[in-house]
């Protein structure tokens, strides 16, 4: 069972910002919380690197790095990619089948 999903379009603009943007060979696609306060918790994606506390598995061709202490808060999501009136970017968004 995959930790997250990734769709196709996702999946393609992940390997093109890699390429594009030369992120190194030893960053990899990190999905997290960033937590401003103890109230305000927001999901994250963008390439980082492991150390020791991390998780990296390998989902449909892109490696993805957790912490697995934080995996409760978006283990059945999908990353998605959209462009839409002028904005592009990546979001997560909740898998249904899973609900």
Same mark, same amino acid.
């Given at each position: 069972?995959?930790? =997250?999903? /990734? $769709?196709r *379009? #996702?999946?393609e #603009?992940?390997?093109?910002?890699? +390429? $594009?943007l030369q992120i190194? *060979?030893?960053h990899?696609?990190?999905?997290?919380?960033k937590?401003?306060? *103890?109230?305000?918790? %927001?999901?994250? /994606? %963008?390439? +980082? $690197?492991?150390?020791?506390k991390?998780?990296?598995?390998?989902?449909?061709?892109i490696e993805? &790095?957790?912490?697995?202490?934080? @995996? &409760?808060?978006f @283990?059945?999501?999908? =990353?998605d990619?959209r462009e839409?009136? %002028?904005?592009?970017?990546?979001? &997560?968004?909740?898998?249904?089948? $899973?609900?």
């Open positions: 069972m995959k930790i =997250i999903e /990734i $769709t *379009s #996702a999946k #603009a992940i390997l093109k910002y890699k +390429d $594009t190194p *060979s030893d990899y696609l990190r999905v997290g919380i937590q401003k306060n *103890s109230q305000d918790k %927001g999901l994250f /994606i %963008g390439f +980082d $690197t492991i150390n020791e991390d998780k990296l598995v390998e989902n449909d061709g993805l &790095l957790y912490h697995p202490g934080q @995996a &409760l808060f @283990a059945g999501m999908i =990353i990619y839409r009136e %002028g904005k592009k970017g990546f979001v &997560l968004v909740e898998n249904k089948k $899973t609900i």
